[in-house]
């Protein structure tokens, strides 16, 4: 399974970004990972094979949508209010079931970067 993530730009706080990630086949749970320079990969969100059950982190609860469109293999974040903290690489990533740790994950895609000017 290949995963190609984008949407990824710059914004100012207080703005929104969606993100994209398109999967080679029909995929399994699919959940966005991200990296911030210096620190650990972190969860963001998750959602179930067919769409039924999502979950968001604390750090970005009320704030984080995410969805799928099984038609067509794609998922979607959307985030809004975005902070300054929020600067990260985001990691799309497929496994077997609904997770919010990386090692659950058995794909991952390359990655695109969101910057969140002040």
């Known amino acids: 399974v290949q995963l190609q993530a984008s949407g990824g730009g710059m914004v100012q706080a207080g703005g929104s970004l969606r993100l994209s990630c398109a999967a080679s086949a029909r995929t399994l749970a699919m959940g966005w990972f991200r990296q911030a320079p210096g620190k650990e990969r972190e969860f963001v969100a998750a959602i179930s094979r067919t769409g039924e059950y999502s979950v968001c982190a604390d750090s970005v609860k009320g704030r984080c949508t995410i969805s799928r469109d099984n038609v067509n293999n794609i998922v979607y974040l959307q985030m809004n209010s975005l902070k300054p903290e929020d600067t990260a690489v985001y990691y799309c990533?497929?496994?077997?079931?609904?997770?919010?740790?990386?090692?659950?994950?058995?794909?991952w895609g390359q990655g695109t970067l969101v910057t969140v000017s002040s």
């Open positions: 990533a497929a496994g077997p079931r609904l997770a919010t740790n990386t090692p659950d994950y058995e794909y």
